[in-house]
């Protein structure tokens, strides 16, 4: 039976979603949990591999598991395996030929920042903390130019296929902008068919230099066309950063 599994998780204890043997990674907890509840070996299928710091809310993977599991049982056994650091929100049969990872049509991410001058220790592992006024209508009109399809080099890292060949980092963007939240809270929101390794990161850097009025709102055009992975040095941390959700046709 193929399952679909929506996860959240504190990113904060973890080296990233990807199973690396030697290091704690939350796809290394969550298959040794369910190949302890399922009593089969589990090959988990994620949606977005998140970097090293990095949370999700609306994580989805795909796995297999034996006809007759009870669901219901397997999420309850696991939540209390791994809870809170991960949860598995929900637990589900889908489709034989579901693929968490090919089958998703975008995905959303979420970015916050607390932006005011004293920190908050309640916050500090899920927000990045600026106190310097951040002006939101600046970053709004600089985030326009990202929406679209574009070749994002400026914003990505390098990455190569097994043969050495450089991958592509065209990405097509259906929206992006901020909006304020209670407290001095400041979300960045981005929806794309795929992101390349620290694309988001990278925008939110150039954003808030552009909030803070290190740059014009104009810059981020620049930015993005001049190809230049140097032009962006200002790389948001990752435990601001949340995968929000993910979409399916």
């Keep these: 039976m193929r399952v679909r599994a929506t996860v959240a998780y504190d990113g904060g204890p ?45 994580q989805v993977v795909s796995f297999d598991s034996p006809e007759d599991a009870d669901l219901l049982r397997v999420r309850s056994a696991v939540n209390r395996m791994l809870g809170p650091a991960i949860v598995v929100r929900a637990l589900e049969a889908a489709p034989d030929s579901f693929d968490a990872r090919f089958d998703a049509t975008s995905r959303t991410y979420r970015y916050t920042i607390l932006n005011r001058e004293v920190p908050d220790p309640f916050l500090a592992a899920t927000t990045w903390h600026q106190a310097r006024p951040l002006d939101i209508g600046k970053m709004n009109v600089a985030a326009d130019a990202v929406v679209g399809q574009h070749d994002f080099t400026s914003f990505c890292r390098r990455q190569h296929t097994a043969d050495g ?5 065209v990405r097509v963007v259906y929206r992006a902008g901020w909006q304020p939240a209670d407290q001095d809270l400041l979300r960045f929101e981005i929806e794309a068919s795929s992101f390349c390794h620290q694309m988001v990161r990278s925008i939110t850097g150039a954003l808030v230099d552009i909030g803070v009025d290190r740059r014009s709102p ?22 601001g950063l949340c995968l929000w959700s993910v979409s399916y046709s």
């Design 218 to 239: 104009e810059a981020m055009a620049v930015i993005l066309a001049a190809k230049d992975r140097s032009g962006v040095p200002n790389l948001a941390p990752p435990h």
């Design 14 to 58: 973890f080296h990233g979603f990807a199973v690396n043997e030697g290091v704690r990674t939350v796809g290394g907890d969550l298959t040794k949990a369910l190949t302890r509840c399922l009593r089969q070996s589990v090959d988990l299928t994620c949606a977005g591999r998140t970097d090293t710091g990095v949370h999700a809310w609306g």
């Design 165 to 169: 060949a450089e991958k592509s980092r």
